[in-house]
């Protein structure tokens, strides 16, 4: 299991999309740090763990990002839990924790839990409404949120959420800049070995989600180009 | 200055209430752990400050609870910066420090930051319908929020808010029971020493804040019953 501070390159699948044998195969066997499993419509318990255990025939890191309280299964090796720190909705920011730790608190194995200080910025993406997030933010808006994930709640993460575009790098090198302990995630938009490449230079963890279905040869290339970078 | 994980009992001063120099003598002279400037109303940087100054006489050590973006000053030992973890509006969760944190991020010392998790518990207190906080919480809501303050989001503090009357001791029981590092913050309703005594068996930290400004001889003799408490 590679532990999520050495993170660098993670796939991320989504279970209500189709993935064949083979393909899954080449994602797990890519050299990538960990597959996330997650995604905003229709996740289910059903699907969560027939993913999962399709993943599980691989010696990969494997991390659940918990978006529906019904699709939390034993087994992973991480559990990360999202926090929209621009939501204009108190649920997205800690009202789904409440109700979980409710429910839960009891048997919660706390050491397996990642929080990811989430700001999402595709204003037209999926997850931006679902989320109610205010995306209309300037650079200094988003610095602010990396200092506040780091400085005062100290989580092990900050993840810039563009889902589906790329985002400007001008706020991946900003928030950077002033992320220390807390690791910088970048998702959106990364299709190939230069999008990862130009990403890798400032994120910790360059995330790749829809160019694995969209194109997955092109794909496969950003792990090598991350761990160049990174190598460097 | 007595470090913020020491204390046991601290008086909570409001910037907007009147206190003559030799009640405010017997104040921090009382051996009281820390003195906490902070309130609800009208609390500006011009009271804020005044009042600082008078106690800076002393040698107590005194945290600054910001409720207001206009009336941060330096020189505190410690700033205590509330999310009001049962608000229904993202402002009080989060909005407020993002707002802080765009505007003087780069010249805060965090080091100095206490992040207070508040849960808000009687309805008709100002402060709850100030911070738009859902008070109609069963015990295993406010179990639920304890153990996120502790496990999920770190919090140095977790805070029971009764604010003008006392909450039931099976509350601060339950919440106790479930915290390690976190420590567990009261507030609420305490006016002599037998109210302090009966909260600080499970309570790490008991505050008296508007029984100084009642009978200000009865809420001395906190600081006895919660360090005989303390010291059985």
Same mark, same amino acid.
């Given at each position: 299991?590679?532990?999520?501070? &050495?993170? =660098?390159?993670?796939? !991320?699948?989504?279970?209500?999309? #189709? ?6 195969? @080449? ?30 025939? %691989? ?10 309280? #019904? ?10 839990? /999202? ?11 800690? +009202? ?6 409710? #429910? ?11 929080? &990811? +200080?989430?700001?999402?910025?595709? +204003?037209? $993406?999926?997850? $931006? ?10 650079? &200094?808006?988003?610095?602010?949120? @990396? ?10 993460? %900050?993840?810039? &959420?563009?889902?589906? !575009?790329?985002? /400007? ?7 950077? $800049?002033?992320?220390?302990?807390? !690791? ?9 070995? =230069?999008?990862?490449?130009?990403? @890798? @230079? ?11 279905? #969209?194109?997955?040869?092109? =794909?496969?290339?950003?792990?090598? =180009? ?7």
């Amino acid at each position: 299991m590679k532990n999520y501070d &050495e993170w =660098a390159h993670v796939f !991320k699948l989504d279970p209500n999309k #189709e993935i064949t044998d083979e393909a899954l195969e @080449a994602v797990c066997e890519s050299g990538t740090d960990a597959i996330i499993v997650g995604g905003t419509d229709n996740v289910t318990l059903d699907n969560t763990l027939s993913l999962f255990a399709r993943i599980r025939r %691989f010696p990969v890191t494997c991390a659940l990002e918990v978006s529906d309280l #019904e699709a939390i299964t034993p087994g992973f090796d991480y559990y990360l839990i /999202p926090s929209v720190m621009n939501s204009q909705h108190v649920s997205w920011v800690i +009202g789904h924790h409440h109700k979980a730790v409710k #429910e839960y608190g009891e048997i919660i194995n706390w050491q397996e839990l990642l929080l &990811e +200080g989430y700001c999402v910025l595709n +204003g037209e $993406a999926r997850v $931006a409404n679902h989320a109610n997030a205010q995306t209309d933010l300037d650079i &200094e808006d988003v610095v602010a949120y @990396a200092r506040l994930a780091e400085h005062m709640y100290r989580y092990p993460f %900050f993840y810039l &959420e563009y889902s589906g !575009k790329k985002g /400007p790098i001008d706020v991946v090198k900003r928030a950077s $800049a002033v992320l220390e302990k807390t !690791k910088l995630i970048y998702g959106g938009g990364i299709k190939n070995a =230069a999008d990862a490449s130009e990403i @890798a @230079a400032y994120a910790d963890v360059v995330v790749v989600g829809n160019g694995l279905y #969209e194109n997955l040869k092109e =794909a496969l290339k950003t792990v090598e =180009a991350v761990k160049e970078h990174k190598c460097r």
